[in-house]
């Protein structure tokens, strides 16, 4: 097992004889995760930030998320409800240890390293000999093992921490052994009934270990995509949970009744996004094209009187529509954050959790909920778009341009491709690889002008000039980064956004000097102080929120 002391205080371990080989950079399906905070808009990041200081909080010591006895940790002040079933306390785990992933700490690194290590190693300790990660206590104890497995493949190949690949292999080994014989998974081993929910989570981590260089029957893989296809009615695209074209489940009783399935098409998203993670690329296949179409209509709403809620639809859609972008995916994130931003707690012990009033919140609770909305806002941000991965092999002579990739820096790839490329000598079963890299590079460009044009219609002066410099240096020479360079230039030059960026700067340096509590002695100062900046700029958005600031202060 793994010691709690080494894994939360992440150490540096030597590699162990065992130890799988990590794959080339460029393969991995993996975005680089220290630039979304860069890329979100603020009222994301600050949301993001503060639901995942709420997990954070919550977790026990010994590691894991409490399901249902959460609120043992609640400070004074009103207790915070929403328990989930005691039960699911190793998918919860599993989920949250997700969330916090994504922000971009592993087990080696960043602010949630310790809460990453402390989980990895509970998950561990519940894991038998057979490498099942809890028990059989429940009849859907499957998804539990499946979630965790995806979780510690994750942190191990992020982290790549080789204390995890025992771990990890043999969880994916135990996947193996449930899948039914020409088939996919369900609940029970090998009994020959299988769905699609349960499958999605089974094919996450199998393709999370694969990709981090774990040992994964291509078969099961195979079999999942054949299984798709036979669950999804082609004539419009709908994806089922155990026949083809069928609705979400819901369990007995009311639960239809108090959410309609016909609000959502969680399986269509579902396997969408698994068709995606498989290899399958919706420009090649007209019945993801028709799953695209179906989602479409029917993006985030909270409605908490009309059933609309359902976090598990909304994070499988917004994983699946960042994959093909484009207006649908603008808009589905749009809905999203119009959803989820507002629906925030703000007040005492909940402040940064979300209300498990979806679908699945009296099974997950208040963690469920607080980290699937997480793992919602920051979907775009946590894979690299798979139809667009370079296709470079893993050579040598690509390792510099794999690299840039890899890293974001797309100015730098063009100019290793170019010089590659005009090498004397290159072998002409190169040549192909590096035409379709182009390609792939045209496309992520088309993308970054699309960005450039938005900053521009949004006239975000404040956010805006840091994008936008991001962008010029990622960017280089191409498209994008000629356009964000010639509209910083025409902002620098325009008197009126001048005077809002000076405006900005200044109210900055009186933030940095009068932020945060006012003793009593200091506020007529710093009322003083806001007055003179109204009466400096007025009309300007800087003005507006010192407005805000001295409304507070008075």
Not at 144 to 154: K, M, P, V
Not at 463 to 491: F, H, M, N, Q
Request: glycine share 10%; hydrophobic share 40%.
């Amino acid at each position: 097992m793994l010691a709690t002391s080494a894994v939360a205080q992440g150490d540096s371990p030597g590699a162990t004889p065992d130890t799988p080989p990590i794959p080339g950079l460029v393969r991995q399906k993996y975005a680089p995760r220290s630039h979304w905070r860069d890329d979100a808009p603020k009222p994301v990041v600050e949301a993001v930030e503060a639901g995942l200081r709420w997990l954070d909080a919550y977790q026990d010591d010994d590691g894991r998320w409490d399901c249902d006895g959460f609120n043992k940790h609640d400070r004074a002040g009103d207790p915070c409800d929403g328990p989930g079933a005691e039960q699911y306390d190793v998918g919860i785990t599993g989920i949250a240890m997700l969330a916090l992933l994504a922000e971009g700490s592993t087990l080696r690194d960043g602010r949630y390293q310790r809460a990453l290590g402390k989980a990895a190693d509970w998950l561990a300790k519940a894991q038998g000999a057979d490498g099942l990660i809890g028990t059989r206590a429940v009849h859907d104890y499957f998804y539990g093992h499946a979630i965790a497995s995806y979780a510690l493949c994750e942190a191990f190949g992020l982290s790549a921490d080789p204390r995890l690949a025992t771990v990890g292999q043999r969880a994916l080994d135990h996947i193996e052994a449930h899948r039914n014989p020409y088939s996919v998974w369900r609940y029970q081993p090998r009994d020959n009934d299988n769905d699609t929910s349960v499958t999605s989570w089974c094919v996450m981590a199998c393709v999370t270990g694969e990709t981090f260089g774990l040992r994964v029957n291509p078969t099961g893989l195979e079999l999942a995509g054949t299984w798709l296809d036979q669950i999804t009615d082609p004539s419009d695209g709908r994806h089922g949970y155990v026949r083809p074209g069928g609705v979400s489940p819901r369990w007995p009783g009311d639960h239809a009744t108090r959410f309609p399935p016909e609000f959502g098409e969680t399986m269509t998203a579902i396997g969408l996004f698994c068709r995606c993670c498989l290899g399958q690329d919706p420009a090649e296949r007209q019945v993801m094209r028709r799953g695209f179409d179906l989602i479409a209509c029917k993006p985030p709403r909270w409605e908490e009187d009309r059933g609309t809620i359902d976090l598990y639809y909304w994070y499988y859609g917004l994983h699946a529509l960042a994959q093909v972008g484009g207006s649908t995916a603008q808009k589905w994130r749009q809905s999203a954050h119009a959803a989820l931003l507002p629906s925030q707690r703000v007040d005492g012990n909940f402040a940064g959790s979300w209300d498990p009033v979806c679908a699945w919140g009296d099974a997950g609770g208040r963690v469920y909920s607080t980290a699937m909305a997480v793992l919602c806002l920051l979907a775009e941000y946590r894979y690299a778009r798979f139809a667009t991965l370079t296709p470079l092999p893993d050579k040598s002579s690509f390792s510099s341009a794999n690299r840039a990739w890899l890293e974001g820096d797309y100015g730098r790839f063009a100019r290793v491709l170019d010089i590659v490329a005009e090498r004397p000598g290159l072998a002409e079963d190169l040549r192909p690889a590096i035409a379709e890299a182009r390609l792939s590079l045209r496309q992520v460009d088309d993308e970054a002008l699309g960005d450039v044009e938005g900053i521009r219609g949004k006239r975000d002066y404040f956010r805006g000039p840091d994008r936008l410099a991001k962008i010029a240096e990622r960017y280089g020479d191409l498209g994008a980064g000629v356009a964000a360079r010639a509209l910083l230039d025409e902002w620098r030059n325009d008197p009126a956004v001048k005077l809002e960026l000076a405006a900005m700067d200044k109210l900055q340096v009186l933030r940095k000097r009068w932020g945060g509590a006012v003793p009593e002695n200091r506020k007529t100062t710093v009322v003083r102080a806001l007055q003179q900046f109204v009466e400096r700029y007025p009309d300007t958005r800087a003005a507006a929120e010192a407005k805000g600031w001295l409304a507070q202060l008075r």
